[in-house]
């Protein structure tokens, strides 16, 4: 190669190193820290399209670097790590810290439905009316993206089917904190017992625990239905997981930046109620089909939630009314959060989910 080819060649190099190098410092990263494992789960999957979509929307001025499995931070002091900047974006459960989050901790609800779309949007309508709500997360150094639900609740156990509160019979269930206060109210006949969540299946399967309060989409995963002989699924309650970002890190960002979170923020948070229902059907089939591990799957009744519903609706709104000392509009919240349910439940059993009616109409 003659001289004047190799000066053309390293000088094309060279453009194209320097180049990459000025992209490369224009991208900025974000910090995303999640309890979750790495899989191919549904949900994961429109975490990975989210962090896509902003990375193409910024043109490559934003990329969400994900922290799987708890690896930047622990799930129960994410609040914290938000607040400080640990990590830029995080989901977290308000009910850990209700003390910082009085009103947001009402997200997390013993009664109403535990449909993933109809909590999602119910939630969703209650921020959209309250501005208490952002209030609160400024005041912790926090701006809000999205929330999603965890979908229905499960009563797995090892001695009988929890159908009602009767079927108890003494068993000793590893219980969450309002459904031990309902239990102690209503005179439940069962020994609640602590336990974490990550040990359920140990508990469960030395007989420390007959029983626990889990989630449907949440079995398979955590192997619940290996060491459970039956599954009942409540229909009732549900825990939000609210999405947040660091306001530091949020005013850092140019308006264009915070205009393409704010545009991804509907379509996200549907995506998410959807991969929940989708998680949560397929964990029913694989506990209904499991030869090795087999499962009787139940679903109640109106008539079998009514006992529970009866037991747990006067805790939740003592827990209301507890909350409402810190800060006394936590009442309305809590009324309107139930309002909002009661009225979803009954569009989607009056028009199916708007994905459903969209399709209809497209047809």
Do not use: C
């Not at 043109?59 to 969400?64: K, L």
């Not at 939630?123 to 208490?132: D, N």
């Not at 912790?140 to 001695?159: C, E, F, K, Q, W």
Request: no cysteine.
């Amino acid at each position: 190669m003659s001289l004047k080819k190799h000066l053309m060649v390293a000088g094309a190099a060279i453009t194209f190193s320097l180049t990459s190098a000025l992209a490369g410092a224009d991208t900025r990263t974000l910090h995303y820290a999640t309890p979750a494992p790495p899989t191919d789960r549904p949900s994961n999957e429109v975490l990975r399209w989210w962090t896509n979509e902003v990375k193409e929307r910024t043109n490559g001025e934003i990329e969400i670097e994900v922290h799987w499995l708890q690896s930047l931070v622990k799930y129960h002091d994410s609040a914290q790590a938000l607040g400080s900047g640990l990590a830029d974006i995080s989901p977290m459960n308000p009910e850990y810290v209700e003390s910082r989050f009085p009103l947001w901790t009402l997200s997390q609800t013993e009664i109403g439905s535990g449909d993933n779309y109809i909590a999602n949007e119910a939630w969703h309508r209650v921020l959209e009316k309250t501005p208490a709500m952002a209030e609160e997360l400024k005041k912790n150094n926090m701006v809000h993206l999205i929330a999603y639900s965890s979908g229905p609740r499960v009563n797995a156990s090892t001695s009988r089917p929890y159908l009602t509160p009767d079927d108890f019979d003494g068993d000793k269930v590893r219980m969450t904190p309002r459904a031990v206060q309902a239990a102690k109210q209503a005179n439940w006949n069962v020994t609640p017992v602590q336990v974490a969540f990550a040990d359920i299946y140990s508990a469960m399967d030395r007989g420390t625990i007959n029983g626990a309060q889990t989630y449907t989409y949440l079995m398979p995963p955590y192997k619940h239905h290996e060491v459970a002989k039956y599954a009942v699924e409540t229909g009732i309650g549900q825990s939000m997981v609210v999405v947040n970002m660091n306001l530091d890190t949020w005013n850092s960002l140019t308006p264009e930046q915070q205009q393409v979170f704010a545009e991804l923020n509907d379509e996200y948070r549907t995506r998410m109620a959807r991969a929940g229902l989708q998680e949560a059907e397929d964990a029913r089939e694989m506990m209904r089909t499991n030869k090795e591990f087999p499962t009787e799957f139940h679903i109640l009744t109106q008539e079998q939630q009514k006992a529970w519903q009866a037991a747990l609706e006067p805790v939740e709104r003592a827990y209301a009314e507890k909350l409402a000392k810190r800060d006394p509009r936590a009442l309305e919240v809590f009324e309107s959060f139930q309002n909002e349910l009661r009225a979803v439940q009954k569009e989607v059993a009056d028009n199916g989910y708007p994905w459903q009616s969209e399709k209809v109409a497209g047809n």
